[in-house]
């Protein structure tokens, strides 16, 4: 199955929005075994929608069209698509309902242009949008299936899980086996050379491997199309590389590291909080960001200023004059303090120059400091990231993570 | 002018790489005054890239594509486009020598794969590139300019400064002028609703508005490509807007609330901290992802135990009982209470249900308190949000972004 995805939005055109519903749809697309063909970014205008939908029809199989379905003025996309499908916009009671509901929940008023939203093309099959009031719609010509959806990133990834996910892949009669391994702390290259046997196995037993990286993980994707023997050849070279490569393995397929985290301290009945300086709360907001986590982290401590590191967190402060914020002694003694402040059995505490301001030659920008503490021991170390700001927080952030992933583990009794 | 921007990779398709280059390229090129009318993305295939060509010739006037251009077996788009222009390789001796130089000032050894990347269509001009080794390539047919680029970024965007740019321009005799206004906590359709006859008006007038909205803001863009008139007309409905929707508004042009909140607390000479619940760290993280923001912004409690909001915000522990974490009492002490811990003038408190879990009839998930506490005054507004966690923390941080905004601004001196 061939498909094509078209994003409509002047917004787009003139780069003032980065358009990422593309590559999301690829990626969920591709794992149920459909191509996209080609990626389309077209404005606000009719001549252009039709025109990109004449050309995709002769091409694809399905078209998943985004955007243009606001209740404004520039939002052309409902009408042009009804035109285009020969079809009457007919108000639809149930999604009145709905609308109704959604905008009284939020204590504002039913407005003309809000009630429209409810006028629908009569023919096409309608999509519910739970996160919004622009509905989503299927429709079928020449073999052809083309559905329409909000640009709203939430919005869409909502109905694509829901609905269309599900139903495309019915009507799939192929299916692709995949096993993802998840990797953090260690690049593509280093990867590539210790997994170069294996990988060259895995090649001649027909299966494919994708190295997918993101900033401080690489991600393993393992595919078979093979419907036979693809699960158990799939199985055998997952477990290898559970074997190569242990120590740098954090989780599979879509679990993430706060993920991770969160079920080995709630397992454990074991508690967190952080101290953070050169994170900023990004390292808690990644914690935070796992509904539940509640249960097992307390708080965090940002300590952007030294007053706040010596003051709340009791870094003593002739090591602090001694040594300099971004060192191995204050980084320890944060999160110990932050420890023994909110009364948690885990810490996590970072201290580095995040830039692209403040770098030293003894201590250049990229230069962090990362501790763990547990109820046995405090260990910390160093890692010289770049010069990328938010870069440099984020591989923070999911090196102190990882971190404290391994000192959980070493407490596990084996 | 019109142009298409066509990027080549099948990471692209597949999802594993957001093409991030388009927007930067429309932003450019609109700023020149040259229309992007589509952005098309295709794999690294001969045929597509033939297909997508051919389209785009009878369309612009300007081809930019970029991608396809690495040394590695799958980059095909310099021998695709030879082709495609009916001229032979030839060795560059001038690029010879400069990827020799680029090469061994890594300290590796030159490849017959990187001496290849000096054999360049003959008939095309070069554009050098000085940050890698794959040159870019302008060629021109049926009054059609065709340039190709490589994929990296940082690579693509030297020579479309010190190249493309410069050379389009001239080329170019009209301009297009854009005005932004930033607005926060009022949505898409209000705001429609109380501009639809200032809208109207600027719409006789021949100036285009377009509504950007994403989660808790909407950027208005007001565009004119008049160049006699277009300057005055669009500074003068710009300014009636200002009046119009004058306490919504947080900024113009590229600025963010947390850059707008800096520069008022730096110009001040004020401090802030933040007690955060249910946005985890996520305030402090958009505060902190300025830099420089360590010369105001002190630190933050993330307070997401209740023994944190007790033990360390000083929140009263009988309040807390009576009326729950999530109120304006609680919210309130949390704000002022970080004041004085932290030594601050300014706090911002967040306490709400981030769902998607911990919802009750009274506070559905969503329920959202937030406070600012000045020098002279500490201010609290509920909000009810939706359902999906990730958006509500974002609102949350942006509201009480936006409500310390008009704390300081409410103390400036008139």
Known sequence: MKAEVITIGDEILIGQTVDTNSAWLGNKLNLIGIDIIRITSIPDTKARIVDALNESIQRADVIILTGGLGPTQDDITKNTLAEYFNMTLKRNDAVFSRISEYIEARGLEMLQKHAQQADLPDGARVIDNLNGSASGMWFEKDNTIII???GVPYEMKAMMADVVIPELSRSQDSEIIHHT???????????????????TRLRKSGLSLAYLPSPGAVKLRITSKDL???????????????????????????ETLPLVIGKMLRESGKTLSTAESCTGGFLAHQITSISGSSDYFMGSVVAYANEVKTGQLGVDIDILKQHGAVSEPVVKQMAEGVRKLLGTDYA?????IAGPLGGTEQKPVGTIWVAVAGPKETKALMFRFGNNRERNILMTSLSGLNMLRRLIKKALPH
């Open 148 to 150: 329409s959806m909000p």
């Open 348 to 352: 996590i505490a970072t201290s580095g």
């Open 181 to 199: 391994t998840l990797t953090q702390g260690i690049g593509e290259s280093t990867l590539a050379g210790i997994l170069e046997d294996w990988e």
């Open 228 to 254: 036979t023997n693809g699960s158990s050849l799939v199985k055998q070279f997952a477990a290898e590389l559970d074997q190569l490569i242990e120590k740098h393995i954090y989780g599979y397929g879509d």
